[in-house]
Each structure stands twice: as structure tokens, then as C-alpha cells.
């Protein structure tokens, strides 16, 4: 009954290749995210959606690419990996009320821990 | 955008020890909250608590909104609390900001 998942929990991939991350929420939340913990432990958000909506899009770069089939999914595809990719990325939900403010909490998933060599 | 400062950067105590965490913000915030990431690198909900005082067992949590700070206090320290605390705070919608974090070292 886990209420936010990741596939895969742990990823290495060499330079140049193409993968993706999965995330669930079985929440009923309306607002899902995409963070990145870089390896001196700092959190930044990338990326949220609203109902498959896309709200928020950092500076990130356009190889990246999240993509929401519906509100329950938000998968995060990756192009042309490049070593500076190598993080853990959270995903994230919560639920928004209306006008998009969220005040409740932000729930988060195990992490995938992504390793490019 | 909205600065958050997290102190100390890093604490070492023994067990039994009572510790408090500090978060500074720069800007009002609807929403704040304190987060454990675990030796597992598991990030676990502690407090929801953009204004108040909260208690969960050894664990409370205070936010001064007006003053644009929180503090986090663990009683009673046990090994299973050491990692690394996070607060978080709302930048605009949805958007949550987090500080660097303290690491947390509780030795037997």
C-alpha cells in the first residue's frame, strides 16, 4: 500500500543512452513533481504537474522530459545522459486546491538513485 | 527567490542528548514543513507546520511565521534519528524550497 512509488530504485546507464523513470501515487493526490538531490544532499524541484498539466519548469535542460498519461502517473524521461545526470531524483505529490495553491503536504517516493558512467 | 537556511550544518550528540534544529526563511510562506532523510536516503514526513507548535512523541516542531523561522527538537535522542533534516518552504504555488539540510549524527 505504498502511497508514492519509483521504478527502478537504482539505475547506471552509460553516457549517451536514453532511459526513464516511472512514479505512481495512490493518494488521489492532484499534484505530482519531480526533484533532484545532487550529491552534496541538495534537493531542487524540476518539474510539477496539476491534473496533467505541466505548472512548474525549472531551468532544466530539455533533454529532459516528464511526461503525465494521467494524474495518478508522472514519468520522467531522460535523452543523451551525460555524466552530471548522476543524482537521486524524488518524485513527489500533494494536493492542490483551487487557483493551484497547494496547503497540504508534499508526500515523497523512495528516490532513484541514477548513476551514468 | 526565497532563501532558506538551515543550522547547524552538522550536529554530533549521544544518545539521550536533546537537540534543536533552526530554519531561517527570508520571505512569508503558506507552507513549511520538516523532513528526515534517513540513512537509506528515504525522505520521511515529519511536520506539516507553516505556523505553531506540533508534537509527534520525542518530536516537536515550532514556526513563527511573523519571525520567518522554525525549529525542529528532538528529546531523548536515539541512533534510528541520525541523518539529515530538511525544511522545506512554499515559494509561490506548489513550489516547495528546501535548505541544505543538518546532518544529524546520534552515537551510541
Known amino acids: 500500500d505504498t502511497a508514492v512509488s519509483q521504478t527502478p530504485k537504482y539505475l547506471v546507464t552509460q553516457m549517451g543512452n536514453d532511459k526513464s523513470i516511472k512514479c505512481e501515487q495512490n493518494?488521489?493526490?492532484?499534484?505530482m513533481y519531480w526533484y533532484k538531490q545532487d550529491s552534496k544532499k541538495f534537493l531542487k524541484i524540476m518539474f510539477s504537474y496539476n491534473n496533467k498539466e505541466l505548472i512548474i519548469n525549472e531551468t532544466v535542460p530539455n533533454r529532459f522530459s516528464p511526461k503525465s498519461p494521467d494524474k495518478a502517473h508522472l514519468n520522467l524521461h531522460i535523452n543523451s545522459l551525460e555524466l552530471g545526470d548522476s543524482a537521486v531524483y524524488f518524485c513527489?505529490?500533494?494536493?492542490?486546491?483551487?487557483?493551484?495553491?497547494?496547503?497540504?503536504?508534499?508526500?515523497f517516493g523512495p528516490g532513484t538513485r541514477l548513476t551514468v558512467t | 527567490g526565497i532563501q532558506v537556511e538551515q543550522s547547524p550544518p552538522d550536529l554530533i550528540l549521544q544518545e539521550g542528548a536533546n537537540s534543536t534544529l533552526r530554519c531561517n526563511f527570508s520571505?512569508?510562506?503558506?507552507?513549511l514543513q520538516w523532513f528526515h532523510q534517513n540513512p537509506w536516503g528515504q525522505l520521511i514526513n515529519l511536520f506539516y507546520?507553516?505556523?505553531g507548535t506540533k508534537q509527534n512523541g520525542r518530536l516537536s516542531a515550532t514556526t513563527v511565521a511573523t519571525e520567518r523561522y522554525s525549529l525542529l527538537y528532538i528529546s531523548s535522542s536515539q541512533t534510528t534519528d541520525s541523518g539529515v533534516y530538511f525544511c522545506a518552504v512554499e515559494e509561490g504555488a506548489q513550489k516547495l524550497v528546501f535548505g541544505q539540510g543538518t546532518r544529524l549524527t546520534i552515537n551510541p
Open positions: 507546520i507553516p505556523s
Open positions: 493518494l488521489g493526490h492532484d499534484t
Open positions: 520571505d512569508s510562506v503558506n507552507n
Open positions: 513527489a505529490s500533494s494536493q492542490a486546491l483551487s487557483g493551484g495553491r497547494s496547503s497540504y503536504e508534499q508526500y
